[in-house]
């Protein structure tokens, strides 16, 4: 008895769906009210033909009310029209997009892109060799009526997978946008990334070479293109980046960088330096660079006044480093780079010479000569931290910290870049300002204005 009620159970449900389908699919061939289903159609047709969603949502009340009242008896008599033709699932979708641009009420608006996607499944339901176009429209609604959501990359993944390279161009966009979104939130990995990605790409590789809405194809490949890339390097391996530089390697055979960039990269991406292409990219910069070393040597000096500076000062000669730098200052017409090689004079006669008079006037130099620019400053904060332990007795050595703070201070207070810099060195440095006790012994009072000595020269403001 059992058995039989439940067979008889989904007897019920199976003969509901069909009716439901049945129904949605109904045509007006045998309808006893084929007459009017017609005219209704012939009517409202004569409106839209030829005419986008924006065409409608500019029409006026009256006429779009009239358009869309003779639509709406249309599919109610006869949802599937004549069997034939689609008409009303699209018009319908068309209607109601004209309704959504047009709504304020935020409810209406759902309510109309919900019609919208059952439209869809109607049509898909009921003129089924229409399906894989529909999904590929269906899930590009999707993302621009709806937004974000998963259920739209499957949608778009599906109609990719039932249309194959007739899959309409539309999805790409679309496509890309949803994949940078959830890669980002972690929601799907690289491999689905680079799956689906794959695949739309093959779609479009294929249109663009047979030159049918190329264009098209190639617009949608190259957003799809921008928004998974941004992070390649996350997502695709060494067979990808190999696929994608081995040939740019071929092309500039001649190019010192480029070939230099390919080999870095790979081995980034996870190659191996015994691989093959890598050793082949690698074997390629060699010989050029054996071949073009004096050229390319002399070349990056030109463009680099400040090269051999820089690599004087990695073979510790600091003296020739200083003497190349101010040479590079004669070289240039651009303050900021001269500020740059002064500066460096600066950190080198400080850092290494332990020339403190000579690195604060260099450093007053690099700063006269890029306003604004902060590092100069925190550097003569350092100079007067590292004089302040040799700065006669503590009183002395507490004043000097207080100057170098107040370096520390204009410093974030002009560029504030090197805020953090200078915020560090503040901590580092509060707990040895000067002492209130102190202070009253020598009859100072907090705020007053006292002169630091050392061969510092500053004037600062008490302060504990």
Same mark, same amino acid.
Request: proline share 2%; glycine share 4%.
């Given at each position: 008895?059992?058995?039989?009620?439940?067979?008889?159970?989904?007897?019920?449900?199976?003969?509901?769906?069909?009716?439901?389908?049945?129904?949605?699919?109904?045509?007006?061939?045998?309808?006893?009210?084929?007459?009017?289903?017609?005219?209704?159609?012939?009517?409202?047709?004569?409106?839209?033909?030829?005419?986008?969603?924006?065409?409608?949502?500019?029409?006026?009340?009256?006429?779009?009310?009239?358009?869309?009242?003779?639509?709406?008896?249309? @599919?109610?008599?006869?949802?599937?029209?004549?069997?034939?033709?689609?008409?009303? @699932?699209?018009?319908?979708?068309?209607?109601?997009?004209?309704?959504?641009?047009?709504?304020?009420?935020?409810?209406?608006?759902?309510?109309?892109?919900?019609?919208?996607?059952?439209?869809?499944?109607?049509?898909?339901?009921?003129?089924?060799?229409?399906?894989?176009?529909?999904?590929?429209?269906?899930?590009?609604?999707?993302?621009?009526?709806?937004?974000?959501?998963?259920?739209?990359?499957?949608?778009?993944?599906?109609?990719?997978?039932?249309?194959?390279?007739?899959?309409?161009?539309?999805?790409?966009?679309?496509?890309?946008?949803?994949?940078?979104?959830?890669?980002?939130?972690?929601?799907?990995?690289?491999?689905?990334?680079?799956?689906?990605?794959?695949?739309?790409?093959?779609?479009?590789?294929?249109?663009?070479?047979?030159?049918?809405?190329?264009?098209?194809?190639?617009?949608?490949?190259?957003?799809?293109?921008?928004?998974?890339?941004?992070?390649?390097?996350?997502?695709?391996?060494?067979?990808?980046?190999?696929?994608?530089?081995?040939?740019?390697?071929?092309?500039?055979?001649?190019?010192?960088?480029?070939?230099?960039?390919?080999?870095?990269?790979?081995?980034?991406?996870?190659?191996?330096?015994?691989?093959?292409?890598?050793?082949?990219?690698?074997?390629?910069?060699?010989?050029?660079?054996?071949?073009?070393?004096?050229? @390319?040597?002399?070349?990056?000096?030109?463009?680099?006044?400040?090269?051999?500076?820089?690599?004087?000062?990695?073979?510790?000669?600091?003296?020739?480093?200083?003497?190349?730098?101010?040479?590079?200052?004669?070289?240039?017409?651009?303050?900021?780079?001269?500020?740059?090689?002064?500066?460096?004079?600066?950190?080198?006669?400080?850092?290494?010479?332990?020339?403190?008079?000579?690195?604060?006037?260099?450093?007053?130099?690099?700063?006269?000569?890029?306003?604004?620019?902060?590092?100069?400053?925190?550097?003569?904060?350092?100079?007067?931290?590292?004089?302040?332990?040799?700065?006669?007795?503590?009183?002395?050595?507490?004043?000097?910290?207080?100057?170098?703070?107040?370096?520390?201070?204009?410093?974030?207070?002009?560029?504030?870049?090197?805020?953090?810099?200078?915020?560090?060195?503040?901590?580092?440095?509060?707990?040895?300002?000067?002492?209130?006790?102190?202070?009253?012994?020598?009859?100072?009072?907090?705020?007053?204005?006292?002169?630091?000595?050392?061969?510092?020269?500053?004037?600062?403001?008490?302060?504990?």
């Amino acid at each position: 008895m059992q058995t039989l009620i439940r067979t008889f159970a989904l007897l019920l449900v199976f003969c509901s769906s069909v009716s439901v389908v049945n129904a949605q699919c109904e045509t007006w061939n045998d309808s006893s009210q084929k007459e009017q289903a017609e005219n209704a159609h012939v009517a409202y047709r004569n409106f839209v033909r030829d005419k986008t969603a924006e065409d409608l949502a500019a029409m006026s009340d009256g006429e779009f009310q009239t358009a869309f009242n003779n639509w709406k008896k249309a @599919y109610d008599i006869a949802p599937a029209a004549d069997g034939q033709r689609a008409f009303h @699932y699209q018009d319908g979708r068309m209607f109601y997009k004209a309704l959504r641009q047009n709504a304020q009420d935020q409810a209406k608006k759902q309510e109309y892109t919900d019609m919208i996607f059952t439209l869809y499944d109607e049509q898909a339901q009921c003129y089924p060799n229409d399906e894989a176009f529909l999904l590929g429209r269906k899930g590009s609604d999707m993302f621009y009526l709806a937004g974000y959501s998963e259920e739209a990359i499957e949608v778009l993944e599906d109609a990719i997978d039932q249309a194959g390279n007739d899959t309409e161009y539309v999805v790409l966009a679309p496509l890309g946008k949803l994949l940078n979104y959830y890669f980002k939130e972690d929601v799907i990995d690289n491999a689905r990334v680079r799956e689906l990605y794959d695949k739309a790409v093959k779609v479009a590789d294929y249109n663009i070479e047979k030159e049918n809405y190329a264009e098209y194809y190639q617009a949608g490949k190259d957003n799809l293109e921008a928004d998974v890339l941004e992070f390649a390097d996350e997502i695709f391996d060494c067979a990808y980046f190999k696929e994608q530089l081995i040939p740019k390697a071929q092309e500039n055979k001649d190019s010192l960088d480029i070939l230099r960039y390919i080999v870095t990269k790979l081995k980034a991406q996870g190659c191996d330096s015994t691989d093959a292409d890598v050793v082949m990219v690698q074997n390629m910069y060699d010989d050029l660079y054996a071949e073009k070393a004096e050229e @390319y040597e002399a070349e990056r000096i030109r463009l680099n006044p400040a090269y051999a500076a820089s690599v004087a000062y990695e073979e510790e000669r600091y003296g020739d480093a200083i003497d190349l730098y101010e040479a590079a200052v004669e070289k240039t017409d651009d303050n900021e780079k001269k500020a740059q090689y002064v500066y460096q004079i600066a950190q080198i006669q400080m850092a290494k010479l332990g020339q403190y008079s000579s690195a604060r006037s260099n450093a007053n130099r690099a700063a006269g000569l890029n306003s604004g620019w902060g590092k100069p400053y925190i550097l003569i904060g350092d100079i007067y931290a590292r004089m302040s332990s040799g700065c006669g007795d503590a009183w002395d050595q507490r004043l000097a910290v207080l100057a170098a703070i107040d370096k520390y201070s204009y410093a974030k207070s002009i560029d504030s870049e090197v805020t953090g810099d200078a915020n560090r060195r503040i901590a580092t440095y509060r707990s040895s300002m000067p002492i209130k006790a102190d202070a009253f012994s020598r009859s100072l009072s907090e705020g007053d204005r006292v002169k630091v000595g050392c061969g510092i020269g500053e004037t600062v403001s008490l302060r504990f």
